[in-house]
């Protein structure tokens, strides 16, 4: 080793002790952490103020109703209370105008419930205030909500009587005709069955009451076993009430998404706004940072997604305008806070006695058989390699098929990755075989090749080196690149199954070994103290670190049996790889690392065997052989030389 790579070496190991001397110094200490962390509680609990204080602002409150029926219950009520009820009467006919009557009312909840998902509606806004994924939990085991009232908005505005009016601080009422809602908050269906549920706004009518024939209509569809759910906004007779000169309705979906898994760096990775336009595939806003789309048009669908789940919208026709927006607050809003999706949709309105939106939503999670099953895209939110051809098509049509198969059986899902590698090495043991006879033939021919060296010691040299090199390997009958273009076949592959690994909630929370969730890391010990390594983290991945040693063990393996001398430099890298690979695989799936493992596993195992059977001295007679034999002319080389002669040129002969 030369005294400039000794020195290479010297300053990564100081600047890798920098580092962790630096991270050591500036860890936070218990009392900081504790300090920290009365701090996000009480950021979390000033929210929850700020809601509660908007909500009164709004006309959320009841207290309105409770100053009325005190002072009705009063037998001799006082000139004050019949002030403060006049008043506040006033505000909110000034502040809802038309819908003044329907600024009051008690907050209550309706939930729809089947095997898969928990619906609960609400009468203030008529929304949808939460959805449970009841058949998944969160990463430490807790019931998987995938939003909850403080942290989404569902709302509805239009112009009435020159006002903007937003659904959310209004209070609808509930309509269904099925019986077995009667006298009921809540209903669970199951089998076949479905259930409709409506909540409506009416606006005012005489005597403070309200017009329940003119009404704005949430209607919610459940069909049970289906993560789709039906929702229909009807507008009914509304036309003296929504201003004549509306052309438009606005409607706006807005999700504070929380943390379901247990690494928030790969869930914010994979928590984005996927849509769909009607004519063109599959699209979604920049990853990683604050993102914004304005006015798209004629959109079919659009997801809120995180890594396994997603809350999707869809239009039955397609929305006519949509403008979306990620963003992520700097301040945290509270504990295990991603980011702020929104989307605003525009819906065309024409002023007839009758008119209806019909969608859908879907709340479930990103699994591809399931997204796929409705044949609207939707699969496309699973990050499969969609960009290139090969990768998805690897996916699709073989990973997903033979995992699925073999999910079938019950199988631990560690037994089904182990299968799946051992099918697909199997599969790639011909492209195997075929790198290792390449390898063979170069390695035999390696003494004359330093021969070759040795003739041409001088720098200056170096060209006619390599071409006496080429000459020998074209006398033998060798292509240097062989051992190249079989590796190359089996990159697509590889890649495919990176993205396929952590993309499948398959993996999610389920243990092989000491890994209790093959879609996570595998923490066998964590940093104590809050202590983090830089570019490395705060645990030890025990897969990823067996994975890293057995590339390091391949590599040198692999050079070995090629008997290649690499320079000092070039050397140095090829196993530094492997060590940079440690870093930034240990937070990813831990059932990825654990699959490289294997595949490096089987290699050692493939090369073994290749080496037992296969007779290098066989190999070096036939190439003996073949450099006696005249050296073929390509044909590529044949039409430069024949096209050499039209034009004149002499033509060196063999």
């Not at 000794?6 to 504790?34: C, D, H, M, Q």
């Not at 699969?379 to 090969?390: A, D, K, N, S």
């Not at 699709?396 to 631990?412: D, H, K, T």
């Not at 490395?536 to 040693?549: A, E, P, Q, R, W």
Request: with cysteine.
């Amino acid at each position: 080793m030369n005294k400039g790579t000794v020195n290479t070496i010297i300053g990564l190991l100081l600047i890798f002790g920098i580092l962790i001397g630096y991270s050591l110094l500036t860890a936070p200490s218990k009392e900081e952490r504790l300090a920290k962390f009365k701090k996000d509680s009480a950021a979390w609990a000033q929210k929850n103020l700020q809601i509660h204080q908007d909500s009164i602002a709004k006309g959320k409150s009841d207290s309105i109703n409770k100053i009325k029926q005190d002072s009705l219950s009063m037998t001799q009520p006082d000139d004050t209370v019949k002030g403060t009820i006049s008043d506040t009467i006033n505000e909110l006919n000034k502040k809802f105008g038309k819908f003044s009557v329907s600024a009051k009312g008690t907050k209550k909840h309706f939930i729809l419930e089947d095997s898969l998902v928990k619906i609960k509606l609400s009468s203030l806004g008529g929304g949808i205030s939460s959805v449970e994924l009841k058949t998944y939990k969160t990463h430490d085991g807790k019931p998987l909500i995938l939003f909850d009232t403080d942290t989404s908005n569902f709302s509805l505005t239009f112009l009435s009587g020159y006002k903007d009016i937003n659904t959310s601080g209004l209070s609808f009422e509930p309509y269904c005709t099925d019986k077995r809602f009667s006298g009921k908050d809540s209903i669970v269906i199951s089998g076949s069955d479905s259930v409709s549920f409506a909540l409506r706004l009416h606006p005012n009518g005489s005597d403070s009451a309200k017009n329940t024939g003119k009404y704005i209509e949430f209607l919610y569809t459940l069909r049970a076993d289906n993560y789709m759910m039906g929702f229909d906004i009807n507008i009914v007779n509304m036309q003296d009430v929504i201003d004549e000169n509306s052309t438009y309705l606005a409607f706006d979906w807005k999700l504070d998404l929380t943390q379901q898994e247990k690494s928030l760096k790969n869930e914010l990775m994979n928590t984005n706004i996927y849509f769909k336009p009607a004519e063109d595939k599959v699209d979604y806003l920049k990853e990683n940072s604050d993102d914004k789309k304005d006015k798209l048009h004629n959109i079919k669908w659009v997801s809120f997604k995180q890594q396994f789940f997603s809350s999707t919208l869809l239009s039955d026709a397609s929305f006519k305008e949509a403008s979306l927006e990620i963003v992520q607050q700097k301040d945290t809003l509270f504990p295990g806070y991603l980011k702020t999706l929104s989307a605003s949709i525009t819906f065309p309105y024409d002023k007839g006695p009758e008119q209806s939106y019909p969608m859908s939503m879907y709340f479930g999670p990103t699994k591809y058989k399931i997204l796929n099953s409705y044949d609207l895209g939707l699969e496309r939110q699973i990050p499969l390699g969609w960009g290139f051809f090969l990768l998805h098509w690897i996916n699709r049509l073989a990973v997903i098929p033979v995992f699925n198969w073999l999910e079938s059986y019950g199988i631990n899902y560690g037994i089904i990755i182990l299968i799946l590698t051992i099918l697909l090495k199997i599969v790639l043991l011909p492209i195997a075989y075929k790198t290792y006879m390449s390898s063979a033939r170069m390695r035999v021919l390696k003494p004359e090749v330093d021969e070759i060296g040795q003739k041409f010691p001088k720098k200056e040299d170096a060209m006619k080196k390599q071409q006496a090199t080429m000459a020998l390997y074209k006398k033998a009958g060798i292509n240097p690149m062989s051992g190249c273009v079989p590796m190359l076949l089996q990159m697509p592959i590889l890649i495919a199954l990176y993205r396929f690994f952590p993309a499948s909630i398959e993996l999610r929370q389920q243990p092989f070994l000491w890994a209790n969730d093959l879609s996570s890391y595998d923490s066998v010990w964590d940093f104590p103290g809050g202590f983090s390594i830089p570019f490395y983290g705060d645990h030890v991945s025990l897969f990823c670190l067996l994975m890293t040693i057995s590339t390091i063990l391949y590599t040198k393996l692999n050079n070995q049996m090629m008997g290649t001398q690499s320079q000092p430099g070039m050397k140095f890298i090829m196993y530094a790889m492997p060590v940079m690979f440690l870093g930034f695989f240990n937070d990813f799936a831990s059932g990825l690392s654990y699959y490289y493992l294997l595949a490096n596993l089987i290699t050692f195992l493939q090369m073994f065997l290749f080496r037992k059977f296969v007779n290098e001295d066989k190999i070096h007679a036939r190439i003996q052989e073949h450099k006696k034999k005249p050296v073929k002319v390509s044909g590529f080389q044949k039409r430069l030389e024949n096209m050499a002669k039209r034009q004149g040129y002499p033509v060196k002969k063999k």
